[in-house]
């Protein structure tokens, strides 16, 4: 079955740096699109990137867009989310989510989420 | 790029139907046929319910079903079951970006 799981969540001051990671098993990764979806803490879900099934198309949020890079590594299964310049407005829990099918991109299958937590 | 809109809560009692609106614009939800609808109970990650308007992907039940009209998405859940009581996310999926609703908190009286 379908298994996604996040890492890389933790405590970051003001103005650093994470990369969070999402290792995929279950299914043949490389030919499905990814996404990258944050619900901050009591708040709704706020989607932040996308990438295609083989990395030559990534989509960002404006929220994010210009601080943030979405990346995969289809040889090791592996969806990445590299975050610059953080604030407190970036804290909340990172799921990464499988498209549905190869032909839909609604988030379909999802990790248990990350937390980023920014605070100094 | 403005989230969609949803009731912030809505009620019912088991074994009726509840319907959950979701309003975009011409350039998200009336404009593609990318729709999807999640529930999410407290602590957990969502779970996907509707994608593409109206289709359900396998294990989920047929209570659920989805609709669009113009720029509004409904959500129709029906035989309300007390396991429901949840939120519930409505999604644009376009080409190149994906808009959440902003959550209705269903309530199973």
């Known amino acids: 079955q379908v298994q996604l799981q996040e890492s890389g969540g933790g405590v970051v001051q003001p103005g650093g740096s994470l990369r969070l990671s999402c290792s995929a098993s279950?299914?043949?990764?490389?030919?499905?699109?990814m996404h990258w979806v944050r619900q901050a803490p009591g708040k709704g879900l706020e989607w932040v990137a996308f990438?295609?099934?083989?990395?030559?198309?990534?989509y960002y949020a404006d929220s994010v867009k210009g601080r943030v890079t979405i990346s995969r590594d289809n040889s090791k299964n592996t969806l990445f989310l590299q975050m610059r310049s953080l604030s407190s407005e970036d804290t909340a829990v990172y799921y990464c989510?499988?498209?549905?099918?190869?032909?839909?991109?609604?988030?379909?299958?999802w990790g248990q989420g990350t937390l980023v937590t920014v605070s100094s | 790029q403005s989230a969609l809109t949803q009731p912030r809560s809505v009620s019912g009692s088991p074994g009726q139907s509840v319907t959950i609106s979701c309003t975009g614009a011409s350039s998200d939800v009336g404009g593609f046929k990318s729709v999807a609808w999640y529930q999410q109970h407290p602590g957990k990650a969502p779970e996907l319910l509707i994608y593409?308007?109206?289709k359900r992907p396998s294990g989920v039940p047929d209570r659920f079903s989805g609709s669009k009209s113009g720029s509004t998405a409904t959500l129709t859940i029906s035989g309300l079951q007390t396991e429901d009581e949840a939120h519930y996310f409505c999604c644009s999926c376009a080409a190149t970006y994906t808009l959440f609703g902003g959550g209705t908190k269903l309530t199973v009286l």
């Open positions: 593409d308007v109206n």
């Open positions: 279950g299914f043949t990764f490389s030919s499905f699109g």
């Open positions: 989510a499988r498209f549905i099918t190869v032909l839909s991109n609604a988030p379909g299958h």
């Open positions: 990438i295609v099934y083989d990395g030559s198309k990534k």
